[in-house]
Every structure is written in structure tokens, then in C-alpha cells.
């Protein structure tokens, strides 16, 4: 470059001609970069709404902590297929790496352990669902929390008369008295309580809920829903909670945390 | 074998070329040498005219692959709609009849994410890969993928458009699917999720029709838009990391295509039609190592080449049967 007799004049730097095939080649190579970086940073936008934690769902029964869960899951949806109640729902892409993923909207369906065992643990491919667990008392989806005391029947020495959750709600729940084996709509099943014990009345875990007197008077009616360690969160107090919304809810691992 | 290695090379990116003198058989080298003979010249040149008078229409191959891409993703809707119990799962992973199966690509990331090897995902991944070993690797994508048949329809409208000069198809290089397998892999190892899963159209249509739609189809739709209005094919050929999984494990793959030299006329419509039109680059005049040869690993087994060529030069084979018979 420095060599005077290969640059003939100072203001026409010698700059080599590209041939078009050349030309072709060279838009090519761009391009390619371009759609590699477009194809990974597209691959990356998935983190954003994990990182960020916009989303709290309740994961199926044996599923393992969130991140891990995430990392295991193969998103096949086998442990959708085997619910009898069909509680086990999957993530849209808003969820960036939860696409895919299965949950649990206990409000909708909560998973009322229908199956008897944990069929969905048994289904997953990679132990995303771990088979650590074997039956229903060992399942840790979270803890139910009377959210709403103030709605809440029981609180205020309530009954409650009618469909739980009104004529058009699609859930199912396993009425032993009904059929062991055949899940019912929750509206096909009309109640007549003197006190509300719903949340305690359709527990599928014992000794996970009771209703507590509120005060020592024999003549006061008010009961308080308490829950006790042996809750797994399975949700069906949620669900066939009355009042509107839930007054008892339940608390995923990451809710604890964040009220913590 | 150097000639297959170069086949391999194809596969991972790199240009078509002519077999070297030392790569060529005697009998190729003969059968070139008469094929540039001004009588041998001029017939190819009649017979070319001849199937530009009289095109030829087959659709036997098509017709069988789409059966078969509609007919096992069937099988995996009704088994969830009707709870039949056939195909639990999607196509990332499922029971057959109660037999794991899982996509290797898939496996391999929630391996790589996870870092914990699963009994079940490794038989299942093995059975996977033995079946579609024989038939052919990537005749996975050509003969079960859902994207794989939107993108053929998507296809289509793209060289109707380009006919007319509405579109243009930029190609990218072929070398990028490698670069994104190993980005991607390393992604799921280093981020712990399963990155490509999040972009991945194959889980998003088998996840979409099993359980129903969900937004992330739109992506599906957008990919498919830039395949009609910019690039032919451009998620197979150039990103898709399943399809070069699957042409990794299928390299030497019973069921092949065969290529008879003699019969060629070289007027290149197979390529024309071809998703991976490197693979059919030894119908080249001049390109071929032998008088028959199978091509490359990267074939996807589709068998458009053996429906559109006029001479029946590339023919459906099982390796090592075809020199029995």
C-alpha cells in the first residue's frame, strides 16, 4: 500500500472491483449472519419472561423446582393426555421457555387427584414430574391460604345452597359417593350446607383443612378454614370455593417467596 | 470413501464438486467419455425435447409422503381426541402402543438443559433414531414432520410467485444449520432451557394440532411467510437443527436413492425440485464418482426427484439389496 507506483493518483485509493459474482457471494455471506443472529436472538426472547417471572402457575404434581422444571420438560404434553379431569394445561409462547410447559389453573380445574395415583408423574419421559413421588399426600404443588377471610362463608357463620360454582362451570371432581371412577361436573351437584365447609368437605388429602371455631361460644356459627402442613396444593378448595373470586387460594413456592 | 466423506462435508456446508481422477471409477470415466461424443450429445439433446413436448406428471412418491405425514400426526389427535391410547404424546416425545419415543434433537437439549440422563428418554431416543435409521434418517422430515408439508404448500406459492417474477428466493449458506445446531446445544447447556424449543414450528404445529391452537402458531405463520416472500425453504434447508440431527444419525442409512449415471440426461429437473439440491449435484455432467452411486446423507428421502425425472435415473434402494439382485 505504502508503494507509490501502485496508487496511481492520491484521491482514487485503489479499491479492488468485486465482480457481481462476487458481489452475490459477499450479500450472501451478510445475509447469513443476519439470519443466524435473527434465528438466536429469536431463540432468546423465550428468557425474558422467565427471567423477569411474569408468570406463576401451579405445575403438575412431582414437578420439580421451576428452573429445573423448565430444563427437564420435553413439552410433549403426555401428562395432558393421561388426566382424567384434564386439569394439566399447556403454557402459550408468552411464557418465552415455558412453551409448552404444563400447569395447573386450579380455578378452572384443579387436579383432584381423580386418578387416585400420580398418572401424570407416571407418564413423564424425563422426570421433569419426578417419580420420586408415588402417591398423593407426598405431592408439593403449594400450600392453599385463606386469601379473602372477609368473603370467606365460614367466616361469617354462613351457609351455602346450590351449585358451588353456578350452572355453566365445566369442572369435574370426584365424588366418591357418585362414582369412584367417574369425575362429575361440579354443576351437577347441588349442595344444602348449614355452614359453608366446602373447601374442607371436597379435600382430597386428609387432615390438610379443617374448620376451626372462631370463639369459644357455643352459639357462634363462624368457623375459620385452617389449613395444616399436610396440604399439597392440589387446588380443589380453590376451585370449589363459592364466593367469586376464591377466597381461598394456593400459594406456589415463588407466591411464598414474594410474600415473604 | 473419500468421495462419501465429501458427501458428508455437504451435508455440514460445504460447495458441490466434480469427483477427482482418483475419486472416479474406470467405468465412470469411460461413461463420461462417451457421453461427450457428439451422437451421445445430440441424442440427449432429442430426448431433452422430447420431455419438453411431452412433460411427465408423477405424483406416486408425493402422494405416499403426504399420506404419511397426515397419517402419523393423525394418529397422535385421534389418540388424545377419542383417548385412544395410540400415540400418547406429540412429536417431541410420546408412547407408541406404551413404548417411549422421543425426538433425538429434543432429547438431546433437555439432556444438555438438565444435565441428567433419563432411562426413559435414552430408550426412547435410541428407538427413534434405530427406526428412522433404516428408512433413512431425515426421511423423518420429509415422510412425519407437520412444518415439513406446511412448508411444501408454502413452497408452492412461493415458485408460483416467482414464475411470475413477484418473489425472488435468497439463498442463505448451508453452513449456517451447523452453526445454530452448536449455538443452540450450547445455548441449552448454559442457560439450562431449552432454547430451541422456544422457536422450534415442529413442537409448536404438533403441540398446536394434538391440543389446540395457541398464539405461538403465529410464528409458525411468520416463518412460513418469509419462506413464500423471500427465501425458498429457508427454515429446512439453512436453520431447522432436527433435520441435521437426523441426517447425522441416518448417514449411512439402509434405504437410499440411487443415482444411475447412464440414464442421466443431465438436464437437472430433480435439482430443480429438490430440498437439498447439493445432495443431487453428482447429476452434474461430470460430477458423478461411479456409474451408480447413492446420494448424500442429507437427503431427505422424499422422492420428488424419483417422480419428476423423465429417465428413471434415481431410483428408491435398499443398500446392498439392489447388488443381490
Known amino acids: 500500500m505504502t508503494d507509490a507506483s501502485d496508487t496511481p493518483t492520491p484521491e482514487t485509493p485503489k479499491k479492488p472491483r468485486l465482480s457481481r459474482r462476487e458481489l452475490e457471494r459477499r450479500r450472501l455471506l451478510l445475509r447469513t449472519l443476519g439470519l443466524g443472529v435473527a434465528a438466536v436472538t429469536a431463540g432468546l426472547v423465550g428468557w425474558y419472561p422467565v427471567y423477569r417471572r411474569l408468570f406463576d402457575h401451579l405445575r403438575p404434581p412431582g414437578a420439580l423446582d421451576e428452573d429445573e422444571f423448565l430444563a427437564a420438560c420435553i413439552k410433549c404434553g403426555q401428562c395432558v393426555q393421561v388426566c382424567p379431569v384434564q386439569a394439566i394445561k399447556l403454557a402459550d409462547g408468552d411464557e418465552g421457555y415455558g412453551l409448552g410447559v404444563p400447569y395447573i389453573d386450579a380455578r378452572a380445574q384443579a387436579c383432584d387427584f381423580s386418578c387416585d395415583a400420580v398418572q401424570c408423574v407416571l407418564a413423564c419421559p424425563t422426570g421433569a414430574l419426578s417419580h420420586a413421588i408415588a402417591t398423593k399426600e407426598e405431592v408439593t404443588m403449594g400450600i392453599a391460604r385463606l386469601a379473602r377471610p372477609e368473603a370467606c362463608l365460614a367466616m361469617q357463620g354462613q351457609g351455602f345452597t346450590g351449585l358451588a360454582r353456578g350452572y355453566d362451570f365445566e369442572g369435574l371432581l370426584r365424588y366418591e359417593d357418585i362414582d369412584r371412577w367417574e369425575p362429575q361436573p361440579v354443576a351437577s351437584y347441588p349442595y344444602d350446607l348449614e355452614i359453608c365447609d366446602l373447601c374442607v368437605r371436597e379435600c382430597p388429602i386428609s387432615g390438610a383443612i379443617t374448620l376451626e371455631p372462631l370463639s369459644d361460644d357455643p352459639a357462634d356459627a363462624r368457623r375459620m378454614p385452617t389449613v395444616h402442613p399436610a396440604c399439597v396444593g392440589c387446588g380443589t378448595c380453590e376451585m370449589i370455593c363459592p364466593t367469586e373470586p376464591a377466597a381461598i387460594v394456593i400459594d406456589t413456592e415463588f407466591a411464598k417467596e414474594a410474600q415473604a | 470413501m473419500k468421495w462419501f466423506l465429501h458427501k458428508l462435508a455437504m451435508m455440514f456446508g460445504a460447495e458441490g464438486r466434480k469427483a477427482t481422477p482418483e475419486e472416479e471409477t474406470d467405468a465412470a470415466r469411460a461413461m463420461k467419455k462417451l457421453k461427450k461424443t457428439p451422437e451421445q450429445v445430440k441424442k440427449r439433446k432429442e430426448i431433452i425435447e422430447h420431455e419438453l413436448e411431452f412433460p411427465l406428471v408423477r405424483h406416486k412418491w408425493r402422494n405416499l409422503r403426504w399420506a404419511s405425514i397426515i397419517l402419523i400426526n393423525a394418529m397422535f389427535i385421534v389418540s388424545f381426541a377419542w383417548d385412544v391410547q395410540l400415540v400418547e404424546g406429540s412429536l417431541t416425545a410420546s408412547r407408541f402402543l406404551g413404548f417411549h419415543m422421543a425426538d433425538p434433537n429434543a432429547a438431546l437439549q433437555v439432556f444438555l438443559a438438565f444435565k441428567e440422563l433419563v432411562l426413559n428418554l435414552v430408550i426412547g431416543t435410541v428407538t427413534v433414531i434405530l427406526l428412522w435409521w433404516v428408512v433413512g434418517g431425515r426421511a423423518f422430515c420429509s415422510w412425519a414432520c407437520p412444518y415439513h408439508l406446511l412448508a411444501e404448500w408454502a413452497e408452492a406459492i412461493h415458485l408460483f410467485l416467482a414464475r411470475r417474477g413477484w418473489v425472488k428466493d ?156
Open chain 2, 170 to 325: 435468497h439463498p442463505f449458506h448451508r453452513g449456517l444449520r451447523v452453526v445454530l445446531w452448536f449455538v443452540f446445544m450450547t445455548l441449552a447447556f448454559l442457560t439450562g432451557y431449552t432454547v430451541f424449543e422456544y422457536i422450534n414450528p415442529v413442537g409448536i404445529v404438533s403441540r398446536a394440532l394434538i391440543y389446540g391452537p395457541t398464539v405461538a402458531v403465529v410464528w409458525v405463520i411468520f416463518l412460513l411467510g418469509v419462506e413464500i416472500f423471500f427465501s425458498r425453504r429457508f427454515w429446512c434447508r439453512y436453520v431447522c437443527p432436527i433435520g441435521l440431527t437426523y441426517g447425522i444419525t441416518g448417514a449411512v442409512a439402509p434405504v437410499q436413492i440411487k443415482y444411475d449415471l447412464e440414464k442421466c440426461v443431465h438436464e437437472g429437473e430433480c435439482r430443480a425440485v429438490c430440498l437439498v439440491p447439493h445432495v443431487l449435484d453428482i447429476t452434474k455432467m461430470g460430477y458423478a464418482s461411479d456409474t451408480t452411486e447413492y446420494i448424500g446423507p442429507d437427503c431427505t428421502r422424499c422422492g420428488l426427484c424419483v417422480d419428476v425425472c423423465p429417465q428413471n435415473a434415481l431410483s428408491f434402494t435398499v443398500r446392498g439389496i439392489d447388488k443381490i439382485i
